[in-house]
């Protein structure tokens, strides 16, 4: 079945505890990217990677990295988190960068106390 | 700068009534158009792609049309059952690096 994982789906943490959300896809698809989710603000993308080895940032990608070293895996680091990093986060892949389908993982909730 | 806007914000209508999503764009320069479905605390399940050379697709009950020239796309769902109650997203694909979002509506449909 064509899929986008993510782990975990839930994640209470503390702040300025480093933590790693993982995003895998088994589709082959060259893109992948990074949403977060915030009521009243919609979705908003924080990365994006068009390959292997070539990420860029979205419109907000401050406090958090991301690294695509294998096709599959486009993980979400975020170094120091804190409180307003609270949200519901999506990884999405497609096969390439315009004109085809996005699909979305189904989620990642996080909460920084 | 594209701006995505979902009219209404939410919708509350009685099962078997057939309904009309709206989804607006400021920027015709797309290369093409989602409508997702997402449910209270989950993911978003693609519902339609239309890709820009189209006008529309259809999908079970579920029909989305698309004038570029215009900015707009509806989603027409016939015959709304309450499985449909959800918060659905239209989403552009503007500059190939992203999807750009509009604000949601949240769809009720009560028996």
């Known amino acids: 079945e064509a899929q986008v994982t993510q782990n975990p789906r839930y994640l209470i943490t503390v702040t300025g505890k480093k933590l790693t959300v993982t995003c895998s896809q088994n589709?082959?698809?060259?893109?992948m990217s990074w949403y977060r989710q915030d009521p009243g603000l919609g979705l908003r993308q924080i990365y994006y990677?068009?390959?292997?080895?070539?990420?860029d940032k979205g419109d907000v990608p401050e406090g958090y990295k991301v690294s695509r070293k294998e096709k599959r895996n486009f993980p979400l680091i975020l170094e120091s988190p804190s409180p307003n990093q609270t949200s519901l986060y999506f990884c999405?892949?497609?096969?390439?960068?315009?004109?085809?389908?996005?699909?979305f993982g189904p989620g990642t909730r996080l909460t920084v106390t | 700068k594209q701006e995505v806007t979902q009219i209404p914000a939410a919708l509350s209508v009685p099962e078997g009534e057939n309904l009309v999503l709206n989804c607006s764009f400021t920027?015709?320069?797309?290369?093409?158009l989602q409508w997702f479905r997402q449910d209270p605390g989950k993911g978003l399940t693609s519902l339609l792609l239309i890709q820009s050379s189209q006008r529309e697709q259809t999908s079970g009950r579920l029909n989305a049309s698309l004038d570029k020239s215009s900015g707009r796309s509806t989603l027409y769902i016939a015959a709304s059952q309450p499985g449909d109650s959800a918060t659905y997203l239209c989403a552009v694909d503007h500059n190939t690096d992203k999807l750009i979002f509009g604000t949601g509506t949240r769809l009720q449909v009560f028996p």
């Open positions: 920027d015709s320069a797309i290369y093409n």
């Open positions: 999405a892949s497609s096969s390439y960068q315009g004109g085809d389908e996005q699909y």
């Open positions: 589709m082959n698809h060259e893109y």
């Open positions: 990677s068009m390959n292997v080895e070539v990420t």
